[in-house]
């Protein structure tokens, strides 16, 4: 659990409502960096109380947005792994990360 990135997704994020709970729900298992979460639609959906169908949407507005980087079968076992974009005033990504940082993820 990042509070870093669950922080900065609070201050800086431009969405709203479902999106930006979706957002914290994976905030809620990345790193300090902002990547290595991954876990499945059904516990996003879960902690958002939403459908699986409804955060497959929502995943992919989050990322067409900008705001959410999806790593498509790059998990333990083909699973998805999320990194959390976040940025400097000057555009440039404050945090790097994703994939190469699976431990403690899901």
């Known amino acids: 659990m990042s509070i870093k990135v669950a ?8 969405q709203k409502g479902s999106a930006l ?3 914290l729900a994976i905030a809620d ?9 991954y876990p499945s639609v059904e516990t996003l959906a879960r902690k958002i ?10 995943l992919r507005a989050l990322e067409q947005s900008g ?5 498509h079968n790059a998990g333990p076992n083909g699973c998805n792994v999320y990194r959390v974009k976040t940025f400097h005033r000057g555009g440039e ?3 790097t990360g994703g994939v190469k940082s699976l431990q403690g993820g899901g």
């Open 7 to 14: 922080s900065y997704v609070w201050e800086h994020s431009k």
């Open 21 to 23: 709970l979706l957002l």
């Open 29 to 37: 298992h990345a790193h300090d960096d902002g990547g290595g979460a």
């Open 49 to 58: 109380r939403m459908t699986g169908r409804n955060v497959q949407h929502l």
């Open 67 to 71: 705001e959410l980087c999806i790593d």
């Open 93 to 95: 990504e404050a945090f």
